[in-house]
């Protein structure tokens, strides 16, 4: 298979971590007889010092002309004090996400067997623990008209919803039930929320083209509290735009292993694949940020081309760098630190 | 002191509980020379089936010329299935917080040594946790214009703040960070919504006034992250309605003892006080509920009355009650478990 991958390393650790993701890709494409062809791109803070915007035409055009998007992290400290700057690095990931229709975030939680008594949890509470959260990432409160009124004194917010769009996402949501537990939960705040009316109202009506998968609605206060009680108890959650970015990064924490945790946005034409983390500015150009997010969303890309047994081979290289203890400081544990690069040259010639 | 209590027992569990906890404060009354009268009044499930509304304005008037309100738990199965019933027992309650004008929710968070490992957080992780998070009630997306366009395939719902909500409910939050460690973390989304910029904004705004307080800011999405992997760093957390509606139920599971977590819900005039667990519907009529949430409410109402020796006594005679065992099912861990009455008149022969 020829595949165009578009490259955005981004800001901080992001440059870091995507060069191993690229190195195991290539050593895929190698051993699987594929070729890839990578076309770096500009975004988040890099971008807007370099041509004055985090998402430029040109970046938007390399992408909607790709593949698959591949991509690091963004964010720099020197943003961080100043929401009301004028540009942003997260602009661009909203504009990203808008103008490249990535309607579904894909967030898959599971434990390492070797890392999970890392987790704040108990180990009875999460072992086994395998669910997917599948955050609308288009729509909602994220992308409604806002603004101030009142000389400035007030300030609001819409939350939009349409039925295509709550349609769109469910549709995925139950096909990914249908090929895990058959268990799909629809989160909401119902008893407020319009808009959450009708998530539950068109989540029902597609309840009989799926007869085999049970459904759920839940409250997303009482999810929140659910999902570190018993996290084994989910197994597919959709959910709209806000609620999402809550329980998602919520959900991190039961592996105890957020630099291992991959990611997915799912669009019409083309998606987009990065690790949960973020740029981790302290550790930019150390050498020291933990690749293995990264290289596991790389592993989410060729799933969804249906290449299985190249994510696979990814998915066991990473295992068993975790099972010799290749790692980076971050999992080493008073044993042998590896940098970035050893991990990535190694699962590269592990492959 | 003469005080006059409207009493609003509620559905399920409530009546039972809410027995327990005027056995108690009768008995610091008697004790402690006050004098108080209660006042029942309908609300919920209950006030649905009599007189056709959750929250009638009989009881309104009973609340509004009352000292306090302690208040049970509403809610029942009937409703729950049917979102978009014309009249529910929760918009009882939001149209009770809007009458009374009950702005800040206040839920202290804590753990109970002898509970510490019903948690599903690890000891280490929880032991000493001792945060307050205050949310805003009476504003947000829960009070906003909401509605359908396009023939119903449209919802929307609008997220709205004035400044002076978000002084009223920080200043609250900066007095008591006064009276504790002096932190406080304003959780927000500045990075995507006008109202928590305006959150911000008025915040930063305030901080002159409060020189000895440490203030903070930071993103929902990450707070759902770093409450149940470092609860000790919190101390005073002030949030919207909707941040703070998933917040602190998430927050509820640090104890690992949600029967026992308190709650009040503080307006300029007159306050509510109450267990932050629901009406239980299951457990409803059997004697076997776990009273010591309400109880604990009560001692939140003695408080802030300045009734710290009634407030402190309550709070002993719960401690000895849990380190005698004289507890309900939920806590008895195969030792005898004690009826819901039994606790309560254990617990007032005790004060
Ligand atoms: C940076 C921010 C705008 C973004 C979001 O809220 O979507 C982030 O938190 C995420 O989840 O990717
Ligand atoms: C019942 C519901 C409307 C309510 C809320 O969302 O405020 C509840 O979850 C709460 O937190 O008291």
Chains 1, 2 share one sequence.
Not at 61 to 87: M, Q, R, T, W, Y
Not at 270 to 294: F, M, R, W
């Amino acid at each position: 298979m020829k595949l165009n991958i578009a490259l955005l390393a981004g800001d901080g650790i992001g440059p870091e971590v995507i060069d191993q993701a690229v190195k195991v890709c290539d050593a895929i494409a190698g051993k699987y007889n594929h070729e890839i062809n990578w076309t770096p791109a500009l975004t988040g803070a890099i971008a807007i010092d370099t041509v004055g915007e985090p998402y430029p035409d040109e970046t938007h055009e390399i992408c909607a002309n790709s593949d698959a998007v591949l991509f690091g992290a963004i964010g720099h400290p020197k943003f961080d004090n100043d929401p009301s700057a004028k540009v942003r690095p997260e602009q661009g990931l909203l504009k990203m996400r808008q103008k490249l229709g990535l309607f579904a975030n894909v967030r898959p939680t599971f434990t390492f067997p070797s890392l999970i008594d890392k987790s704040p949890l108990k180990r009875e509470r999460i072992e086994g623990t395998d669910l997917i959260i599948l955050r609308e990432l288009t729509g909602g409160v994220y992308f409604g008209e806002r603004g101030r009124k009142d000389n400035g004194d007030t300030a609001f917010d819409t939350m939009t919803y349409q039925r295509f769009e709550i349609q769109r996402l469910a549709k995925k949501g139950f096909e990914m039930a249908m090929k895990r537990s058959k268990k799909l939960c629809c989160v909401d705040k119902a008893n407020v929320l319009e808009a959450s009316r009708l998530w539950r109202e068109t989540v029902q009506t597609m309840e009989k083209d799926y007869p085999e998968v049970e459904v759920s609605y839940e409250f997303v206060d009482a999810v929140a509290m659910r999902l570190v009680q018993w996290p084994k108890d989910y197994d597919v959650i959709i959910t709209a735009n806000l609620f999402g970015d809550i329980l998602t990064d919520e959900a991190s924490v039961i592996s105890g292993s957020m630099g291992l945790m991959p990611s997915s946005s799912v669009g019409s034409k083309v998606s987009l694949y990065e690790p949960i983390h973020g740029s981790y500015p302290q550790a930019a150009g150390k050498d020291i940020a933990n690749p293995l997010a990264t290289v596991l969303s790389a592993a989410m890309l060729f799933e969804d081309f249906d290449l299985t047994q190249e994510a696979q081979a990814i998915r066991d290289v990473v295992n068993k760098s975790l099972a010799k203890g290749i790692v980076t400081e971050d999992l080493s544990d008073g044993g042998k630190a590896y940098k970035t690069s050893e991990v990535g040259n190694w699962l590269a010639a592990n492959i």
